[in-house]
């Protein structure tokens, strides 16, 4: 089956998150994001919470808290992580 333009787009969005750690960047968030690749932030946050039963925005948390959680597993300086 082939996929539809917006999965394409979020394919690509998943690429800038897992290669380039676009989340990390504190003034670009989902909407940015998607706006960067030329995606409709609505469109592909719908198409989040219909694939994967989260927001867009609930992606980009996720994806920093597990990076903090990582750097304090790694480091551990006693900083307490929420």
């Known amino acids: 089956m082939k996929a539809s333009a917006i ?14 750690f676009i ?7 989902f909407d940015g994001a998607c706006l960067i690749i030329g995606a409709d932030p609505r469109k592909m946050n719908d198409y989040a919470l219909r694939t994967f039963g989260i927001s867009g ?8 808290s ?17």
């Open 7 to 20: 999965e394409k787009k979020f394919e690509l969005l998943s690429r800038m998150m897992e290669e380039d």
């Open 23 to 29: 989340y990390l960047a504190p003034d670009i968030g």
């Open 57 to 64: 925005s609930g992606i980009f948390t996720a994806y920093r």
């Open 66 to 82: 597990s990076y903090r959680r990582r750097l304090f597993n790694k480091y551990r300086r006693g900083v307490v992580i929420e």
